[in-house]
């Protein structure tokens, strides 16, 4: 769409081209019958404009059908086209816009913004008609390229100082011995070749090898370094997905959790982006085939990646380093490192102690730790008879060294001891908690012991064992436990993962819970702790969810449902609701899943996949479950502009409440209605709607309820005039909801307030709340907020003569409201740029929404600025009847401010005469 309009390997006539092109420019939302149209036929309709379209909706279906990515749907009066929209260069320009716009890294901005322009081919839209309605959809699409050109000769102006570069390397092994030959290989090869794999046989020393290299590099690769344990090679969880790995390293890369996509493609093709010309080291360790690998491969020579796997990953264009044990000679000089002099006080058996190892790193490490406790000729005794029976036992040669050395050191354990280790084989996550351990274990994990043995590897707070050591374990706790054992054990860790995220969720959205009640205590303090806690256990939650009965993978998405909505961890998320749908065991456990995936959709801007979902989860639903999905999906609804079914579900869900008694959930209802009274400029039912639901919470007797209800009231008082009581109303309800760590709700309430203390005349009062509400919702991760609230600030600054500074805040606005489907944030974003800019054309889309959606306030908002702007360009005539229109709606909706700056564009049209 960034110059000629095509679908590869379709031809296309001009009417479906203009009709595809409508659809594409809205992906996922029902775009209506009208502007459908406007862009097929322009203002040359047919006789029969509904069945032309049908037709031409029938050919274009059938001229797609073999296009697998593309589906054309039927939605209400409307159609909607569902596409991944990092298929479409238009919106890959957009969230590429939008990630430099919201990046703190300078660098970061100048990379992103010149993938961005580089997906321009020329003109837009290029082949399609000359008409009024697509010329202004050009002029709109110019007029972004334009902005994204200003902001790179903007950033390019600037110094630049990258501030995220990440750190992820796990620490060298401080006694590294050997490998002189490899290392000098490494260091010829790492600047002319992309990737250097590294293969081997099991404990040969590959990652260590790798690591040992990585850190004598930090200069030659100052843009930071990456790292994953891919786990290609683990004994019963599956290895990473590339998803999963993209979603690590696109956070690590300063990309925030809601921005995240959740495809593949989009996600590698954003990662590659921003390591296109940054010089960044890479180690990706533990791969399982060349599959896995291939999506985290940066495409660009400035990049080295290193990559270990027990396979030689030979389809892959990259440089091999095949791994042999070590030399006699190193194998001996890695246990003067570890054991000092003494390996020269006893040199025959620190030899024979080398070759009973197998010359192998692990084997000798975890053969020294036990040779701190006893004469290295003692170890070499029981070494050989632990070889003898290893041989007897293991079909792989090369492995007897291995295991004859983990024999040994586990027998050397206490009986208790050697329980926890072998039950550590069995954590589903790549590290745990002593706390987590003990559960596991059931009895005092004791890991400071464990870890003097070399049996595990301690991290700050965490724990993680060697994959070939946690292979051991697994097998160990294969033959040694029974199945009974094995099986209570993995059910202790479920049990306390489902208690700590049940009382977590008592701070992180406890009202999306359906199997569970929240306690009424929980061991967090704070939801600073709780989200911290969750946090720092998310992909061990994930893995759970992964690998365990499916009663707990249900009760995790339970559980976790708020906590991902807040955090928007968009593919884990996914990953955690699909499990649970994969295996609910029953319509109660379907229905989480399904509410939870109607949910992640509907936070990345995929309405019609929310409603998809939604919808198949209110056909199983009880009647508490059903008031709480109708609830959400009246959102969804009203996202998209179907406000009647929104009106409908939020009725439906009051009176399945009051059926049922369930009072609690009246006020979120109630405040649904109220919001979309709002937006329809119905202000006296808006006021009528919220001081119901604060009336509900007053009688519940719940503070933060009321105060969170009370600042509600004062949004429709605010545009009925009563400015003052509404800035006091907004004020308590920040107080209160800042005191309950109500962080999400305060930023919107925040946003309220700005809004009221610019209707006042407040500029100052209103930039800091409103600078107040934006630094909470970054921090957050609120896409929404965020756009209210750069909303709210811009128009502050335009009334105080700081156009050039509010157009940015504008722009950003707009970006994200349109990256997440936010239709009312987008629409009053532009609004802002068109009287900044004096330009129609923001108005006009602004307009455009806002009719098709029924957003009457801002409508009237919309001819108003309209209105200004002809005014000032000198077109009376069409100021005048873009004014009369205002007047209409503002009369009709009661809007007082919006009476008042309407009626000064008339009173001086009138001055004109």
């Known amino acids: 769409m960034l110059g000629s309009v095509d679908v590869q390997g379709t031809p296309l006539t001009t009417r479906q081209r203009c009709l595809l092109t409508a659809l594409l420019l809205e992906p996922g939302r029902a ?159 790492a600047e002319t070749v992309v990737i250097t794999a590294i293969d081997g046989t099991a404990g040969v020393g590959k990652t260590a090898l790798a690591l040992h290299f990585a850190h004598r590099l930090p200069e030659r690769y100052p843009d930071g370094q990456l790292y994953v344990n891919l786990r290609g090679f683990d004994p019963h969880v599956r290895p990473l997905r590339p998803a999963e790995v993209l979603t690590q390293f696109l956070r690590a890369l300063g990309i925030k959790p809601e921005r995240v996509p959740i495809s593949l493609d989009e996600q590698a093709a954003l990662y590659r982006t921003l390591l296109s010309d940054r010089r960044l080291l890479v180690l990706l360790d533990n791969a399982a085939d060349a599959d896995q690998v291939r999506p985290l491969l940066p495409g660009t020579e400035s990049c080295l990646v290193l ?65 701190a406790l006893m004469p290295i000729a003692d170890v070499v005794a029981e070494l050989r008879e632990e070889n003898r029976l290893a041989a007897l036992a293991i079909e792989d040669d090369e492995q007897v060294a291995v295991r004859s050395a983990f024999d040994l050191s586990y027998k050397a354990l206490r009986p208790g001891l050697r329980r926890v280790f072998r039950r550590l084989g069995l954590v589903p996550g790549l590290d745990f908690t002593a706390e987590s351990a003990t559960c596991l274990a059931g009895e005092d994990a004791q890991l400071d012991e464990l870890v003097a043995a070399n049996l595990v590897e301690q991290h700050g707070s965490r724990y993680r064992l060697h994959d070939l050591l946690r292979l051991y374990a697994y097998d160990r706790a294969q ?59 998310r992909a061990n939650l994930v893995a759970v969810s992964a690998c365990s009965p499916p009663s707990v993978k249900v009760l995790l998405a339970d559980h976790l449902h708020g906590f991902f909505k807040l955090g928007r961890h968009g593919a884990d998320w996914l990953a955690v609701a699909q499990a649970a749908l994969d295996h609910a065991p029953d319509d109660r456990g379907r229905l989480t899943a399904l509410h939870n995936l109607s949910n992640v959709h509907w936070s990345r801007g995929q309405h019609q996949k929310a409603i998809e979902y939604g919808e198949a989860a209110l056909r199983i639903a009880w009647p508490t479950a059903r008031a709480r999905v109708l609830n959400s999906l009246g959102h969804v609804y009203r996202e998209i502009g179907d406000v009647d079914t929104a009106l409908a579900y939020y009725t439906e869900a009051i009176d399945l409440n009051r059926e049922n008694g369930l009072h609690d959930g009246l006020p979120s209802n109630y405040f649904g209605l109220g919001a979309t009274c709002w937006q329809q400029g119905r202000l006296a039912e808006a006021y009528e709607f919220h001081s119901k639901a604060h009336e509900l919470a007053v009688q519940d007797g719940s503070a933060y309820f009321i105060g969170f209800y009370l600042g509600v009231v004062g949004g429709p008082l605010r545009d009925l005039g009563d400015v003052e009581t509404a800035i006091s109303h907004m004020t308590e309800s920040v107080r209160v909801l800042k005191e309950h ?145 205002a007047m209409v709606l503002h009369l009709q909706s009661g809007h007082h401010l919006g009476r008042i700056r309407t009626q000064a564009v008339i009173d001086q049209l009138s001055d004109l005469r």
């Not at 961005?116 to 202004?136: C, F, I, K, R, V």
């Not at 044990?325 to 054991?339: G, I, M, S, T």
């Not at 202790?492 to 306690?519: C, I, V």
């Open 31 to 189: 775009v209506p019958v009208p502007r459908l149209l406007a862009a097929v036929w322009g203002d040359d309709q047919p006789s029969t404009p509904q069945n032309a379209l049908r037709t031409q909706i029938h050919r274009l279906r059938r001229t797609l059908a073999d296009t697998s990515d593309i589906t054309l749907a039927t939605v209400g009066d409307g159609y909607s086209l569902e596409i991944d929209p990092g298929l479409v260069d238009l919106h890959r320009f957009r969230r590429l816009l939008a990630e430099a716009r919201t990046s703190d890294d300078p660098a970061l901005t100048i990379q992103l913004l010149r993938s961005a322009l580089g997906l321009w081919q020329g003109a837009p839209l290029s082949g399609l008609p000359e008409t009024p309605w697509w010329d202004s959809v050009r002029t709109a699409l110019l007029a972004e390229r334009q902005a994204a050109q200003e902001e790179l000769a903007q950033a390019e102006s600037e110094p630049v100082a990258p501030t995220m570069v990440p750190h992820q390397l796990p620490a060298s092994i401080p006694d590294f011995t050997g490998r002189e030959k490899q290392l000098n290989e490494l260091a010829e090869c």
């Open 307 to 371: 990559i270990t796997s027990r396979n030689r990953l030979a389809d892959l264009d990259a440089h091999p380093l095949f791994l042999d044990v070590l030399d006699p000679d190193e194998a001996v000089a890695l246990l003067r490192e570890v054991l000092g002099e003494r390996v020269d006080d006893e040199p025959a058996a620190a030899r024979e102690l080398a070759r009973l190892c197998g010359y192998l790193p692990l084997a000798l490490r975890i053969a020294a730790a036990n040779a």
């Open 479 to 537: 033959t040694d436990d029974t199945s009974s054992d094995r099986r209570d054990a993995c059910q202790r860790l479920y049990d306390w993962y489902l208690s700590m995220t049940l009382q977590a969720a008592k701070f992180a959205g406890p009202e999306f819970m359906h199997l569970s009640e929240a306690p009424e205590s929980s061991r967090f303090g704070s939801s600073a702790d709780a989200l911290a806690w969750l946090e720092s256990e």
């Open 741 to 885: 760590g109500a962080r999400s709700h305060a930023s919107y309430m925040l946003d309220d307030l700005s809004w009221a203390c610019r209707d006042a005349g407040h500029y100052d009062l209103a930039l800091r709340t409103g600078h107040e509400a934006l630094d909470i919702a970054l921090d957050i991760g609120d896409p929404g907020a965020e756009a209210d609230a750069r909303t709210s600030i811009a128009s502050v600054l335009v009334l105080t003569g700081r156009s050039p500074e509010a157009r940015d805040h504008f722009q950003r606005a707009i970006t994200l409201a349109r990256r997440t489907g936010y239709r009312h944030g987008e629409a009053a974003a532009l609004i802002g740029l068109a009287q900044s800019l004096g330009d129609v054309v923001p108005a006009l889309q602004s307009l455009s929404i806002s009719r098709a959606v029924g957003y009457k306030l801002l409508e009237a908002s919309a001819l108003t600025a309209l209105a200004e702007i002809c005014l000032q360009s000198g077109d009376a005539d069409q100021a005048r009847r873009y004014a009369s229109e």
